[in-house]
């Protein structure tokens, strides 16, 4: 075997970290060098991406590591644009897809392309925080930025072409833009000009697993050999689903649970049912190009906004002790939809959670432990409408789950998804998206013949199973009616 040493560069909407690994016969050796906060900043009244420092944390993170590498590979939160201009240079900073003022393209946008027909051209969800929306509403707001704009890349690519000067688009994150045709794999030309995108705005789009070429100087300047750059996975979520082995249907289910929470499974096509449109599900692609539908949930970001509130009124509790004040606390007679608009934006989520619980009808908790239970058992009951719907939906029953990310580590929470869905949960690793990316760069390399090749090596790696506890049948039927998600 190829001992091929590795840099991953794992950038969520939260924060980011930058990962040294190495493929030994015996498995994975990984070790963090840096881990960062990715905070939004303001610029011109709106919410964006903080890119000069983020782009200074990866070079720093580089610049830490005291072991050499021979390739980097980066993946990132999706549904992010750059533009560039006639010298490469940002016009601007990228708008967060939190930022509400970008709504106001969305009446323009729906009266040259109906959701329906978004839908039918890609086969991809629409959603509001799509590129489309974003470059509507510059049309109208800052139309001398869409003047100068020679290139538009996904923010993965964007990040990449920083390090590398090479631009292309990797087809996983460019799929998170809603305009990628999910039978082909090619962008889609007349999504794109009906609603008034310019193609040659977006460069080639490539597979996972491409060489890029090697670092700039400004992000490596020792002697030697500079370390290549390969194009991975660009979206975290397809990088982390690449721990599933797609090819048993019934064991591909699988939950990516951080800031947003991604739940799919694999599939032999696209799905064509125009009930997913109405349902909130997407046909997606994983890392090797392969179908799959999913959900993107919101996940943590509520009990995320919770803490950081409390934080700010003087109470800096952990994690850890949040979730042991739920646990003492035990179950709660009320639910939230986590889908629900109110909880997309930022600022006063403790006190969200309350108003809704007030609108709907239900008792009111207001003791932090309280809220965090409320969160958790919604989480969970959300969960289970979405398997429920992927099972109806593919014909598919699913035998088990796999759950990644920060998620994993919340043990109320993996017990609560186990109870309220039935299925066996087996929970972690944590850094899936990190371990994704090593694979990829493995294979990019040849340390790998398949990725079955590396999964055998990852199956080591520390998992917890959670079995079925409780009935949460009747809280389920009373969360369909308080949420009113749609059925089938």
Known sequence: MKHNAMLA??????????????????????REIHRFDNVPIQRNGLM?????????????????????????????WGNTIGLLDEERSL??????????????????????????????QTLYIPMTIQPAVVLSYLKQ????????????????????????????????MAATSGMVDMRTGAWSRTYMEKAGVDPAWFPDLVSSQTILGPLKDAFYNKEGK????????????????????????????????????CMGCGVEKPSEDERILALGATND???????????????????????????????????????????????????????DELFFRSERMPQKVMQYLEMTGQPVVKEPGEIVRVILESLALRYRYSVDVLSELTGIRFSSMRVFGGGSKNSLLCQ?????????????????????????????????????QALKLIETHETTTYQPAADCEEKYRRALEICKWKTL
């Open 9 to 30: 560069v794992d950038m969520g909407a939260s924060n980011g970290r930058v990962v040294w690994g190495q493929w030994h016969e015996s498995g994975l050796e990984c």
């Open 48 to 76: 964006c991406w903080d890119m000069p420092r983020l782009m200074d944390e990866i070079a720093q993170g580089i610049a830490k590591c005291d072991r050499a590498f021979d390739t980097l590979g980066l993946c990132s």
């Open 91 to 120: 016009i601007r900073a990228p708008i967060h897809y939190r930022e509400p003022k970008t709504d106001e393209g969305l009446s323009a946008l729906y009266a040259a392309l109906s959701r329906e027909e978004m839908f039918r």
């Open 141 to 172: 707001a800052q139309p001398d930025v869409l003047k100068k704009t020679k290139s538009v890349l996904m923010i993965s690519d964007l990040m990449n072409e920083l390090m590398t000067g090479k631009a292309v688009s990797e087809r996983t």
């Open 226 to 261: 500079k370390p290549l750059v390969v194009a991975v996975a660009g979206h975290d979520t397809a990088s982390a689903s690449g721990l599933v082995d797609m090819s048993r249907k019934e064991d591909s289910l699988y939950l990516s649970c951080g800031t947003w929470s």
């Open 285 to 339: 692609l994983g890392p090797d190009g392969e179908n799959q539908l999913r959900f993107n949930h919101t996940g943590l970001w509520i009990l995320q906004e919770c803490r950081r509130e409390w934080i700010r009124q003087g109470h800096a509790f952990t994690h850890a002790e949040l979730a042991q004040m739920a646990c003492n606390c035990g179950s709660v007679n009320a639910v939230i939809d986590t889908e």
């Open 416 to 452: 609560l998804m186990a109870d309220t869905t039935g299925l066996t949960v087996h929970a972690g690793p944590a850094e899936a998206s990190t371990i994704g990316n090593f694979i990829q760069q493995g294979l990019a390399q040849g340390v790998f013949t398949d990725r079955k």
